[in-house]
């Protein structure tokens, strides 16, 4: 089966701090896309980062960045300099035969 | 900008009242997708188009069905909203085919349905 396991249901943490969000995945599969999905209390989900897994280079987006280790299939994410902006429900996520699997979510306050 | 649209954000129903909702896409994507999200839930998939081939999940109860008269537009209808669907519906698109980068979905706003 594939899952996504997202360990952290709740994380706070004050601003322009650096924080990191976990995530393991299982697959049996060699190619597939990971991402990590921004849910801001508006509900609009957001893409903020994209890696492939063939990649070994991790993927950078500004103050957002992965740790993508796929022997150990994890896949968290650092956002540095924290800011009140980034208080929303993320989603580590997985992309096979253009379908996503969703981890269960790690809600993200960040505090003034 | 090209974007996904959901009409319309919010959307009140009564119990047995068929309702449907909307999205359209301005991304001439081929995929679209559509999600139930309940709260504090990762988003459930219910089925997806891609073109206009239909692929429906095996637990997506009869009462929802989808039409996608053309590449801009995705319907969901529900025959007979019961108090469990109200939820967040959220629609998303991507580019196809399948593998690369172009698996990359994109999400609309969502409608809040709420069942009275």
């Known amino acids: 089966a594939q899952t996504v396991t997202q360990s952290q249901p709740e994380m706070s943490v004050q601003e322009a701090e650096t924080v990191t969000l976990s995530c393991t995945y299982d697959?049996?599969?060699?190619?597939?896309?990971l991402f990590w999905y921004k849910q801001p209390p508006s509900r609009q989900m957001i893409l903020v980062i994209r890696?492939?897994?063939?990649?070994?280079q991790n993927a950078t987006e500004n103050r957002f960045s992965v740790n993508f280790q796929k022997a150990a299939k994890s896949f968290s994410l650092k956002i540095s300099d924290s800011q009140l902006g980034d208080t929303a429900m993320y989603f580590c996520?997985?992309?096979?035969?253009?379908?996503?699997?969703f981890g269960k979510g790690t809600r993200l306050h960040i505090l003034p | 900008d090209a974007m996904v649209i959901q009409n319309p954000r919010y959307q009140v129903t009564q119990f047995g009242k068929p309702v449907t909702l909307s999205c359209s896409q301005t991304?001439?994507?081929?995929?679209m997708y559509w999600y139930q999200q309940k709260s504090s839930q990762a988003p459930k998939l219910l089925f997806h188009?891609?073109?206009?081939?239909?692929?429906n999940e095996a637990d997506t109860p009869d009462n929802f069905q989808s039409r996608r008269p053309n590449t801009s537009f995705c319907f969901l209808d529900i025959r007979s909203p019961g108090l469990g669907d109200a939820a967040m519906y959220l629609c998303?698109?991507?580019?196809?085919?399948?593998?690369?980068?172009?698996?990359?979905?994109?999400f609309g706003p969502g409608t809040r349905l709420l069942v009275l």
């Open positions: 998303a698109t991507s580019i196809g085919p399948r593998g690369g980068p172009q698996e990359t979905q994109y």
């Open positions: 697959t049996s599969e060699n190619n597939y896309y």
């Open positions: 890696q492939e897994a063939y990649k070994q």
């Open positions: 996520a997985f992309i096979i035969d253009d379908k996503i699997i």
């Open positions: 991304l001439n994507h081929n995929v």
């Open positions: 188009y891609y073109d206009k081939d239909f692929n």
